[in-house]
C-alpha cells in the first residue's frame, strides 16, 4: 500500500516561513500531477495546491497565492510546499498526494482525482 510521506510542518509565528515536503516511498512521483491539501479542525479538506508532471506548471488557491510555492525535485522524488508570510489562518494539517487521473494540474485540485494519502503534518500559525 502507498502512502506518501509529508514532513516540515510546525509552529511558526504569523509572518514567518514553513517548507514542507512530500516523500513517496516506493512510489516513483514522475509521470504523476501533485497536490497539495489542507484541513482546518471543524473543517472540509481543501485543495491548496498542484503541480503538474509533464511542464512543472503550477496551480495555487486564492487563499495562498503569491505567499506559497510548489516544486518537485524528480530525482529525489520529493514534492516541496515553500509557505512564506505565514497566517493564523493557514493553521492546517497539510497532506499531500497523487492525481491518478492527470499528470497535469486543471485548477483546484479536487480531492477525489488523488490518492495515496500520508498522515499529514501539523502547521500551526500563532503568536
Known amino acids: 500500500q502507498v502512502q506518501f510521506v509529508e514532513s516540515g510542518g510546525g509552529l511558526v509565528q504569523p509572518g514567518g516561513s514553513l517548507r514542507l515536503s512530500c516523500a513517496a516511498p516506493g512510489f516513483t512521483l514522475d509521470g504523476y500531477a501533485i497536490g497539495w491539501f489542507r484541513q482546518a479542525p471543524g473543517k472540509e479538506r481543501e485543495g491548496v495546491s498542484c503541480?503538474?508532471?509533464?511542464?512543472?506548471?503550477?496551480y495555487y488557491a486564492d487563499s495562498v497565492k503569491g505567499r506559497f510555492i510548489t516544486s518537485r525535485d524528480n530525482p529525489k522524488n520529493t514534492v516541496y510546499l515553500q509557505m512564506d508570510s505565514l497566517k493564523p489562518e493557514d493553521t492546517s494539517v497539510y497532506y499531500c498526494?497523487?492525481?491518478?487521473?492527470?499528470?497535469?494540474?486543471?485548477?483546484?485540485?479536487?480531492?477525489?482525482?488523488?490518492?495515496?494519502w500520508g498522515q499529514g503534518t501539523q502547521v500551526t500559525v500563532s503568536s
Open positions: 498526494a497523487a492525481n491518478l487521473l492527470r499528470s497535469r494540474c486543471e485548477g483546484r485540485p479536487r480531492m477525489y482525482e488523488y490518492d495515496y
Open positions: 503541480i503538474s508532471s509533464s511542464d512543472g506548471s503550477t
